[in-house]
């Protein structure tokens, strides 16, 4: 059992001795049995959540409505869900209503692919209703029960389902992709910011081409916002060599730089998808530096502006079409810069000020910005005095 596993054995064993059931869920399984990593460990229970808050001491009510409590224990947290069924879909979404139930068959139904459907016990027996072990076995992502049912009562299964062939690199089942494809207008119906979650953790993993094409043989595609007009877009996508993507800057980046989105494009298509302000001017930022390497023109003050982050972002993208510099060479010219940041400017408003060369009000910050760009540019020295000359002269 991986270390995660262990540590939470003394959780799991007080539920038993207590009489409940209590089982490791969903991808933290799914991983073990794969051999890979595991993030969170999620244990579901018989054990209702007051049931759960009474054999500990230590607990938090992180999500109570829907059955979980969190354990504390030896410092760690363990989110306990009691096994539930969900009812009431209403347009697709997810249930309006869980009911707690004692019967773990029940709380497995209800999960949306075989390998997701795994429970193990706290001494690694695995419990697998669906053959999610053969599926493991044969690399494909089955829905659990009726596919089409299952996408009409939560139509974003259908992006997990192209997340987790992307992440493991398995193959979507074929009667599976076909209820996909059959129901990819439900998507519509999804809030943007689930699929948004799906979407970008689709990218960042290991096999994002295939998820692209999924989309598009599926015809998910045409129900994401903006998407539907980059059909030939998100295919030539799938088609960049080694693709890996390391952030959701550079994801969304790809993206607008495939489409040929300028930046009053890239802020719609994000407005869009609800991202936050600072995904939209990163975004932007690094799509500006991808389109200077591409033209061969990255000059110090975009440079500068842009910080090293996003330009080896860019520069990462700007490698998928064969049009990057070396890492080490952008780094170099980056430290190179003779300021990094305003703050390190030899020059400030109240300096100016106090030396009766300017009073405060527009004009100082014009001049302060005015300064700024002479320095990065490296054509005046960063020092107090050459710059109050220089100001001088503005
Ligand atoms: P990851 O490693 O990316 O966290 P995960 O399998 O743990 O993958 P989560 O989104 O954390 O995915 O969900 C945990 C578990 O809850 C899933 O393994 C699955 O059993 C169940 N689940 C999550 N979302 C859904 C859904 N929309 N429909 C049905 N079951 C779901
Ligand atoms: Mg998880």
Redesign the pocket.
């Known amino acids: 059992l991986p270390n995660e596993f262990e540590k939470a054995r003394p959780v799991m064993q007080k539920i038993e001795k207590a009489g409940f059931e209590a089982y490791f ?4 399984v ?2 073990t049995i794969l051999g890979g990593k595991i ?2 460990v ?1 244990i579901a229970s018989s054990a209702y959540p007051q049931e759960i808050k009474s054999l500990f001491n230590h607990t938090v009510d992180t999500g109570i409505e829907h059955g979980t409590v969190m354990v504390l224990h030896n410092k760690k947290g363990y989110e306990i869900t009691t096994f539930r069924t969900e009812s009431g879909y209403q347009d697709y979404r997810r249930p309006d209503k869980v009911t707690f139930v004692r019967s773990l068959s029940e709380d497995l139904k ?3 692919f075989t390998i ?2 795994f429970a193990m016990r706290e001494n690694g027996e695995v419990t697998d209703l669906f053959n999610g072990l053969e599926d493991m076995h044969n690399h494909l992502i089955r829905a659990v029960g009726n596919p089409s049912e299952r996408f009409n009562e ?1 139509a ?2 259908m992006m ?1 389902a192209v997340r987790f062939a992307s992440k493991l690199d398995f193959d979507i089942e074929s009667n599976t992709l076909e209820a996909i494809h059959k129901h990819s207008k439900l998507l519509s119906k999804i809030a943007i910011e689930r699929i948004y979650t799906e979407f970008v ?1 689709m990218m960042m993993a290991k096999r994002p081409k295939q998820g692209l094409l999924d989309m598009v043989k599926t015809d998910m595609y045409k129900y994401i916002p903006v998407f539907g007009d980059h059909r030939d877009d998100l295919i030539s996508i799938s088609k960049l060599n080694n693709l890996k993507l390391n952030s959701e800057i550079e994801v969304w980046s790809l993206i607008s730089f495939a489409f040929q989105l300028d930046s009053e494009q890239i802020h719609h298509l994000l407005k869009k998808w609800k991202a936050s302000n600072d995904v939209i001017k990163q975004t932007e930022m690094c799509c500006a530096a991808i389109n200077h390497l591409q033209k061969n023109d990255l000059n110090k003050w975009q440079m500068y502006e842009t910080g090293i982050d996003l330009l080896l972002a860019a520069n990462h993208i700007a490698s998928f079409y064969g049009f990057d510099v070396s890492d080490e060479q952008l780094i170099n010219d980056y430290d190179a810069l003779t300021i990094k940041s305003k703050k390190e400017l030899a020059i400030n408003g109240g300096i100016l000020i106090k030396n009766g060369i300017c009073k405060p009000g527009p004009q100082l910050g014009n001049i302060l910005f005015e300064l700024e760009h002479l320095v990065v540019q490296g054509k005046v020295d960063n020092q107090t005095e050459v710059l109050m000359q220089e100001a001088k002269k503005i």
């Open positions: 869920v969903g991808g933290s799914r991983d993030h969170d999620d209800r999960r949306d997701n459907a939560d974003l299964r997990r953790k």
